[in-house]
């Protein structure tokens, strides 16, 4: 709203958020189905009734639920588990969509759970995410891929910073986490001005990661065990990151290993270790 209100737009868009702390998709299947009768029902922001809210006519409706499922987790990993997933989230957008009469119909993907995109739950929401995007093409609604930017962006970050993050708790997004979700909404809507300027921004956030360098940005993979019982091989990625205007330098690394323990090189800035925890 900030970034639309500031881009020019003539119209300023009338916000009404309708999330609940802690809801799965079951939940809010519930919520939904007993909002038709109690219509006074309440979420987290308590000036907006449920039921009311989901009948009133709205231009856009956008729903991101999914989280909660893997973070509880209510949610296993056999497909038949997605499958019930899968239904039952259907059914909450099909009723939210056809209770709002939304003209635009807009459903995102979920956020990381954890910043570790192999992690368990992680692998998890790319499943989420792929069912997401089947009811979205089934149901004429618009796919956000908001999972996909925010990993992109840590990515990028951690190229520049090895403790960079996109949440506080590696599950509630931080300042620039948000930043990226509403840019990925914006992108969606089709608002272009407000789109440039919240891209602007975050380019400007990012940068200034990058004019307090230069130094050096790592990051640890997950160990593997070899075929000999108790020893571990662990990628360790380098990045050398100059300061945002400096002329481009060719940094060397090298890397002195713990006793025995012996270092591998996968590509210019990659190593492998290898050896025995203690």
């Known amino acids: ?27 809010w299947h519930g919520a939904e189905k ?10 987290d922001i308590k000036r907006w009734k449920v039921g009311e809210e989901l009948d009133k006519a709205a231009d856009a409706t956008v729903v991101m639920l999914g989280m909660n499922d893997v973070l509880c987790p209510s949610l296993g990993d056999r497909t038949e588990d997605f499958d019930r997933w899968e239904a039952t989230y259907r059914e909450v957008l099909e009723s939210v969509f056809a209770r709002s009469k939304a003209k635009r119909r807009f459903v995102a993907s979920v956020p990381p759970c954890t910043e570790e995109p ?70 969606a809507l089709g608002e272009e001005n407000a789109a440039k300027l919240a891209e602007r921004n975050l380019r400007a956030r990012l940068r200034q990661f990058a004019e307090v360098q230069p130094g050096l940005s790592w990051r640890l993979g997950r160990p593997v065990e070899t075929a000999e019982s108790g020893v571990f091989r ?17 940094a060397v690394f090298a890397l002195a290993a713990p006793a025995g323990w012996t270092v591998g090189r996968t590509g210019r800035d990659g190593f492998v270790l290898t050896g025995r925890p203690t």
């Open 34 to 43: 007993k909002s038709r009768t109690v219509r006074d029902g309440r979420m």
């Open 118 to 187: 192999g992690g368990f739950k992680n692998v998890l929401l790319d499943r989420i995410d792929e069912r997401i995007a089947k009811i979205c093409k089934d149901l004429g609604a618009t796919y956000v891929p908001v999972h996909e930017a925010l990993l992109r962006t840590l990515a990028e970050g951690r190229r520049i910073r090895h403790d960079f993050h996109v949440t506080d708790d590696f599950v509630h997004p931080n300042g620039i986490g948000h930043a990226v979700i509403a840019l990925e909404f914006l992108k």
């Open 1 to 27: 709203a900030e970034a639309a209100a500031t881009s020019g737009s003539a119209v300023v868009p009338e916000l009404v958020s309708l999330g609940g702390s802690g809801m799965t998709v079951k939940s």
């Open 234 to 250: 662990v990628p360790l990625d380098v990045n050398w990151v100059q300061r945002w205007n400096d002329p481009p330098t060719n």
